[in-house]
T-cell receptor
Framework: AQSVTQLGSHVSVSEGALVLLRCNYSSSVPPYLFWYVQYPNQGLQLLLKYTSAATLVKGINGFEAEFKKSETSFHLTKPSAHMSDAAEYFCAVRPNFGNEKLTFGTGTRLTIIP | DSGVTQTPKHLITATGQRVTLRCSPRSGDLSVYWYQQSLDQGLQFLIQYYNGEERAKGNILERFSAQQFPDLHSELNLSSLELGDSALYFC?????????????FGPGTRLTVL
């Protein structure tokens, strides 16, 4: 069984400040991990994914995430927030073999303060 | 634009009715996934098809069914609708069924049951 926990359903940061969105996973087998972003009235868009290569993963729009096995974490960061980053962010986990389902966290709504 | 199209964009219907949601995957993608997004349940995987065959089932109610046609488009049928079925329904597609494959999401169909 696998699951992800996203700490903080709402996060607010000032424009230009560091963005840190937290994701902890639970998986009985080595996982693949994903971050998706959902803008209002749109579908989900992949930001980045960890698939057992480099533990520091760089994604689109300046986001990156680091896979830390010892902490079972895959936190999403961006050095400097932009107004266009306001959206809902979902962390997701999937076992790294077979055809198991993608399991999503409950999401974190990011608000950018001008 | 992910390349995944969903119709209709909005659907309003009454309890007890039946509706069909349609999804066209990205060109070349063989896998289609259906998800339900609601405020109380979050993003839930419903079902997956690969090249016309059912490959995985999630939290899909017996009142719901899906199929994937030879041209690879997919339809999700929802019957005996209840108020609680009101949600956003997303379709996603991927190239194959590998756990590392990125799932590309469509814009969703918003279903309102009155």
């Amino acid at each position: 069984a696998q699951s992800v926990t996203q700490l903080g359903s709402h996060v607010s940061v000032s424009e230009g400040a560091l963005v840190l969105l937290r994701c902890n996973y639970s998986s009985s087998v080595p996982p693949y991990l994903f971050w998706y972003v959902q803008y209002p009235n749109q579908g989900l868009q992949l930001l980045l994914k960890y698939t057992s290569a480099a533990t520091l993963v760089k994604g689109i729009n300046g986001f990156e995430a680091e896979f830390k096995k010892s902490e079972t974490s895959f936190h999403l960061t961006k050095p400097s927030a932009h107004m266009s980053d306001a959206a809902e962010y979902f962390c997701a986990v999937r076992p790294n073999f077979g055809n198991e389902k993608l399991t999503f966290g409950t999401g974190t709504r990011l608000t950018i303060i001008p | 634009d992910s390349g995944v199209t969903q119709t209709p964009k909005h659907l309003i219907t009454a309890t007890g009715q039946r509706v069909t949601l349609r999804c066209s995957p990205r060109s070349g993608d063989l896998s289609v996934y259906w998800y339900q997004q609601s405020l109380d349940q979050g993003l839930q995987f419903l079902i997956q098809y690969y090249n016309g065959e059912e490959r995985a089932k999630g939290n899909i109610l017996e009142r719901f069914s899906a199929q994937q046609f030879p041209d690879l488009h997919s339809e999700l049928n929802l019957s005996s609708l209840e108020l609680g079925d009101s949600a956003l329904y997303f379709c996603a597609s991927s190239t194959r069924t590998s756990a590392a494959d990125t799932q590309y999401f469509g814009p969703g169909t918003r279903l309102t049951v009155l």
